[in-house]
Each structure stands twice: as C-alpha cells, then as structure tokens.
C-alpha cells in the first residue's frame, strides 16, 4: 500500500483578502504553499505529492519549478474546495491503486510537519474508513440555532483538520456520490455519508487553517518553532 497527498491549492483566498490567492502568501519569507507541500516531503512515509492549482495559476511555477523532485501540479481546479479535491482524484486514477491511501491536505494549513503525518498513519494508516487528524475541543459551546441560547457539552466534539485519508476508491466514490457538493465541507463528511466512521487522530494547533489576516503571524510562530509534534 502506498500513500499519496493531494493538496487542493485552486482557491482564492477572499477572507485573506490581500490581493492574490492565500496559498502564495510569504510566511517566513517563503510562500505558504512552500511549506505545506515540504512537510510532505520531508516525511519518509508519502510516495508522491500532487497539488491541484486553478488552471489560471500564474503563480505555482515560481514555488513548485516544474522540476522539483517528489511532487506534480495538477491545473484541475474546480469552483469548490471539492470539485478541486474531485478533479484531482480522477487525474490520479492511472498512477494510484484502489486500495493505495490518498492524503488530503489543505495548501492553507502549512503548520503541518512529517511527524503529524506519521501519527496519523500510524493510527489509521489501514483502517478501511480512513482518519483525519482532529483537535478535541476545549471551549464549552453555546449554540443560538433554536433563537435562544443552549450549551452544548463538549464531551465527544472535535474539530476536524487535515490530512484526511482515505483509500483512493472509497474516497472518489464518497465524493462522486454525495448528494449535494456544496454541503460537503470536508472529505471525512462524503465517506460518513456512506455510513463509515473514520478515525479521528489527536492533532495539533500548529496546524490550524490560515483563513484569516490574524492567522498569518500564529502560522509564522508555529513554523519559526522546531517540530517536535
Ligand atoms: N480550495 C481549492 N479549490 C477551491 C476552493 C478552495 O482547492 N475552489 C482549497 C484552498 O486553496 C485551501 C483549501 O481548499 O487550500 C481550504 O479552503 P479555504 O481555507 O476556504 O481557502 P479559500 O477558499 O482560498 O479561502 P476563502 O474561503 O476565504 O476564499
Ligand atoms: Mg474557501
């Protein structure tokens, strides 16, 4: 069995509004997506890296070079974060066996480190449903959906991160299958959807998504940081 990540890159960034897509942002002097796509690389355990960029993109060449070892650009991206995800997993149909492991991981969430990807598929590296690395929540949860307001116990609530992995034919068929893509927020909600559980795996904070201009310099303290997580 081997592993793959698939990074979906192909989005534009509205809530960073800072002019160009998120994914190109400099955190430490190198492109966000730089660092996202060398914790894949650094990790011993992921057989290639494919990151799905918008087929306007003027911008990857200057971060992935076309010659750079260990990982390809897919100019495939779609409208939503899932059409990216979708695109690209057809692509990868004549390189990836059904039962080979496809790692999803967003471009925005470059806090990630070889050490996270090894816990994860230590942890459900052959579970049939797949996992997803997931931070437990430590707040307590008020809810307004009835008009009022009621708490929720945060016993059993966690906060799904990624990568979420999942063997390659289980993943494309949740994703082809799901009734409605717009609803879908994250790969691990197609395959529930099926019926399955995948497994949630203890993340970190480093590993938070980059989505707004208060999250650059957290995402800049966690990679000047050495990763021991
Ligand atoms: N993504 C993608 N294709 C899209 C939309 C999003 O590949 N059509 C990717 C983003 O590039 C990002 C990941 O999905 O790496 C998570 O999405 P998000 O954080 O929401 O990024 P954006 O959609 O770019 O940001 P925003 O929602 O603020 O516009
Ligand atoms: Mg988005």
Redesign the pocket.
Known sequence: MNYFALI?????????AVGY???YLPLLGRPMLRHTVEAFLRSPLIAHTYV?VSPEDGYVADVLPPDMAGVTVLRC?????M??IRNGLRLLAPMVGADDRVLVH???RPGLTPALVGKLVAEAGTEPAGGLLALPVVDTVKSTRGGGVTTTPRDGLWLAQTPQMFPYALLRRALEEAPDPDAITDDASAVELLGLSPRLVEGHPRNL?V?LPADIRIAEMYLSMESTQ
């Open positions: 979906p890159a192909a989005g534009v960034g509205a809530r960073m897509p998120k994914q799905v991206g779609g409208a939503t974060r059409e990216s967003d471009a925005a998504k989505t």
